[in-house]
T-cell receptor
Framework: GENVEQHPSTLSVQEGDSAVIKCTYS??????FPWYKQELGKGPQLIID?????GEKKDQRIAVTLNKTAKHFSLHITETQPEDSAVYFCAAVKTSYDKVIFGPGTSLSVIP | NAGVTQTPKFRVLKTGQSMTLLCAQDMNHEYMYWYRQDPGMGLRLIHY???????AKGEVPDGYNVSRLKKQNFLLGLESAAPSQTSVYFC?????????????FGPGTRLTVL
């Protein structure tokens, strides 16, 4: 069936360093890839997304890259800050469906 | 705007009891979703709705029922709760198809089944 793998499951970085989270999807028909940030006790919130016709997208300190041939995509956070500490989920969506397949999540800790 | 709200925030049930979780959104969104979140498994789709009066099964629908009688509300029912349904439940909504619109999540309902 469809699935999304995500690595690492936990990540600790020093404040100011970069963090990278990688995801791999199984369904080659997936064409939309959102990333969500979930803070403790809250619901996930969309932070950035990328569509299959784009290879890279940036928004201030965060960026996402997509390699459709290899079926993997990555989230890059630069100059990390303590408020970046959260659980991050990648996801894959197909245009023909209205369902999101989420990865298992990465718990990011930014150490001051 | 309140966005997406969920009622209740916490609930403890005994095996075999029933309950209904309420999700409400004030953004006039067509699409609504129910997910469950378990440790190490991310979010899994239970049921979803693409408009008032419509529902469809997601990835893990067994043991749950849903109704979308009003556009702004999406109800998730557990007819006979089981310990395996202990989880955090999230409701979400989007204006239309996910590939074109952001999905907004509620704060979650933590359910424990003893």
């Amino acid at each position: 069936g469809e699935n999304v793998e995500q690595h690492p499951s936990t990540l600790s970085v020093q404040e100011g360093d970069s963090a990278v989270i990688k995801c791999t999807y199984s369904d080659s028909a997936s064409n939309y890839f959102p990333w969500y940030k979930q803070e403790l006790g809250k619901g996930p919130q969309l932070i950035i997304d990328i569509r299959s016709n784009v290879g890279e997208k940036k928004d201030q300190r965060i960026a996402v890259t997509l390699n459709k041939t290899a079926k993997h995509f990555s989230l890059h956070i630069t100059e990390t800050q303590p408020e970046d500490s959260a659980v991050y989920f990648c996801a894959a969506v197909k245009t023909s469906y209205d369902k999101v397949i989420f990865g298992p999540g990465t718990s990011l800790s930014v150490i001051p | 705007n309140a966005g997406v709200t969920q009622t209740p925030k916490f609930r403890v049930l005994k095996t075999g009891q029933s309950m209904t979780l309420l999700c409400a959104q004030d953004m006039n969104h067509e699409y609504m979703y129910w997910y469950r979140q378990d440790p190490g498994m991310g979010l899994r789709l239970i049921h979803y709705s693409v408009g008032e009066g419509t529902t469809a099964k997601g990835e893990v629908p067994d043991g749950y029922n849903v109704s979308r009688l009003k556009k702004q509300n999406f109800l998730l029912g557990l007819e006979s709760a089981a310990p395996s349904q202990t989880s955090v439940y999230f409701c979400a909504s989007s204006y239309s198809r996910l590939t074109y619109n952001e999905q907004f999540f509620g704060p979650g309902t933590r359910l424990t089944v003893l």
